[in-house]
């Protein structure tokens, strides 16, 4: 048995859904799907319902995509009421959630889908978050996310950030001592690791918080799996395998070679484990 793992598949582009129709089979296997499936509700059931039949388990986190309100949306719920209602349909669907029991993938081994979100701590040290969005609008950056992404009932994205964090801790932390995990989150637990090109550094904001930057230690992470980026890389951090497992835009990846070949295997692990602890980008193109 193997676990699997891919992100942002974004089936609104039409070439990405007739190439995620073309995926292997492995009804042994678990597969990861980190956030950024698509936009709205038709595409996650149709994507899901491509996706169960053909794996022995599937586990979902939301991507900043799937929380997205647009006004003409079919389900116009805003913030934790759209959070909830995603979580009702990968429930029916028959896919793990964040709101579901971790489950073992081996004895010893636990798989954690997580939901914290972002507060724009991702920015120059000390920036308020008003502070981190003007930092970012001075190189002409603001993202999607300040008109389609809400934090009903909380009065702010970084409100409902800190609640999501404290839900997640406490789950987290009632974990036995004897297991280790798979620590999984649309956005990277770590600043150093969003790496972005120069003309959209700014973006930083928006890819997380400095608040996980130690949860890989604090439990006891074997592999940490995110998305978001669109940069596929493997790297390691106190020993510790991170793997950015983002597909993206049609023109962030080679449609033509299919889409098995971004379908990253997590578990066991492929990639060698440097002596130092400390290593990568290791790029996966």
Same mark, same amino acid.
């Given at each position: 048995?193997?676990?699997?793992?891919?992100?942002?598949?974004?089936?609104?582009?039409?070439?990405?859904?007739?190439?995620?129709?073309?995926?292997?089979?492995?009804?042994?296997?678990?597969?990861?799907?980190?956030?950024?499936?698509?936009?709205?509700?038709?595409?996650?059931?149709?994507?899901?319902?491509?996706?169960?039949?053909?794996?022995?388990?599937?586990?979902?986190?939301?991507?900043?995509?799937?929380?997205? #309100?647009?006004? $003409?949306?079919?389900?116009?719920? /805003?913030?934790? @009421? &759209?959070?909830?209602?995603?979580?009702? =349909?990968?429930?029916?669907?028959?896919?793990?959630?964040?709101?579901?029991?971790?489950?073992?993938?081996?004895?010893d081994?636990?798989?954690?889908?997580?939901?914290?979100?972002?507060?724009?701590?991702?920015?120059?040290?000390?920036?308020?978050p008003?502070?981190?969005?003007?930092?970012?609008?001075?190189?002409?950056?603001?993202?999607?996310?300040?008109?389609l992404?809400?934090?009903?009932?909380?009065?702010?994205?970084?409100?409902?950030?800190?609640?999501?964090?404290?839900?997640?801790?406490?789950?987290?932390?009632?974990?036995?001592?004897?297991?280790?995990?798979?620590?999984?989150?649309?956005?990277?637990?770590?600043?150093?690791?969003?790496?972005?090109?120069?003309?959209?550094?700014?973006?930083?904001?928006?890819?997380? #918080?400095?608040e $996980?930057?130690?949860?890989?230690? /604090?439990?006891? @992470? &074997?592999?940490?799996?995110?998305?978001? =980026?669109?940069?596929?890389?493997?790297?390691?951090?106190?020993?510790?395998?991170?793997?950015?497992?983002?597909?993206?835009?049609?023109?962030?990846?080679?449609?033509?070679?299919?889409?098995?070949?971004?379908?990253?295997?997590?578990?066991?692990?492929?990639?060698?484990?440097p002596?130092?602890?400390?290593?990568?980008?290791?790029?996966?193109?």
């Open positions: 048995m193997k676990l699997y793992a891919i992100s942002d598949l974004h089936v609104g582009y039409d070439k990405n859904w007739q190439a995620l129709q073309a995926i292997t089979p492995r009804p042994e296997d678990w597969l990861i799907v980190a956030g950024d499936v698509g936009e709205t509700f038709e595409q996650l059931r149709d994507v899901f319902g491509l996706l169960r039949p053909r794996f022995a388990k599937v586990i979902w986190v939301p991507g900043n995509h799937e929380l997205w #309100t647009h006004p $003409t949306c079919e389900n116009s719920d /805003r913030g934790v @009421a &759209r959070y909830q209602a995603l979580v009702e =349909l990968m429930r029916g669907l028959g896919v793990l959630t964040p709101e579901d029991a971790f489950e073992h993938f081996a004895d081994l636990v798989v954690c889908p997580l939901f914290v979100g972002f507060d724009y701590s991702f920015s120059p040290e000390g920036s308020t008003d502070e981190a969005r003007a930092w970012a609008r001075q190189a002409g950056i603001v993202s999607m996310d300040e008109r992404l809400h934090p009903d009932p909380h009065p702010t994205l970084s409100a409902w950030c800190k609640a999501r964090l404290a839900h997640t801790r406490e789950r987290l932390d009632a974990l036995p001592d004897d297991v280790d995990t798979v620590l999984i989150h649309h956005w990277p637990l770590r600043q150093d690791l969003v790496r972005l090109p120069e003309k959209v550094e700014r973006f930083s904001p928006w890819c997380g #918080t400095r $996980t930057e130690d949860w890989h230690l /604090r439990y006891r @992470a &074997r592999v940490v799996v995110n998305g978001h =980026l669109h940069m596929r890389a493997t790297d390691w951090r106190d020993h510790v395998r991170f793997e950015e497992v983002a597909i993206g835009y049609p023109r962030h990846w080679h449609v033509d070679r299919g889409i098995d070949r971004y379908v990253r295997q997590i578990v066991p692990g492929t990639a060698t484990r002596a130092t602890g400390e290593g990568g980008p290791e790029w996966h193109r």
